[in-house]
């Protein structure tokens, strides 16, 4: 099966696998996942990073009880970031974890997760 386009007088063809990733390989999972110091009283988490075969990683996600919270492109986070971007409530514990995404859209296996509580 094709897809078509028709341009001006033209029609471009496309091949449905020219349209699919073609890296479906997922990064490894970050490792070493743990507290890396403390900014304005509150936790800084940190991990390994992670590496894959395209040679870059597009961004990590960080989970906050299984769900996205927060997408860095460095590895770190500033837990005052889920305070305040992600909903994350003061004296409250999450379990926090984190996966690496490549360029294609792979995700990584999660790392070992945290217990945080959040100050």
Do not use: K
């Not at 897809?3 to 001006?8: C, K, P």
């Not at 110091?37 to 988490?45: D, T, W």
């Not at 997760?113 to 100050?119: A, D, F, I, T």
């Amino acid at each position: 099966m094709r897809l078509g386009l028709v341009v001006g007088a033209g029609l471009l063809l496309f091949s449905p696998n020219v349209l699919a990733a073609t890296d479906t390989t997922p990064p490894s999972a970050p490792q070493n996942f743990r507290q890396i110091g403390s900014f304005a009283g509150r936790q800084v988490l940190g991990w390994d990073a992670s590496t894959d075969n395209s040679g870059s990683i597009n961004h990590y996600s960080v989970l906050v009880n299984g769900s996205q919270a927060y997408r860095p492109r460095t590895t770190s986070v500033n837990v005052d970031d889920l305070v305040r971007y992600c909903h994350a409530l003061p004296g409250r514990t999450y379990t926090i974890a984190v996966q690496a995404v490549d360029p294609s859209g792979n995700h990584s296996a999660s790392s070992a997760p945290l217990q945080v509580m959040v100050s």
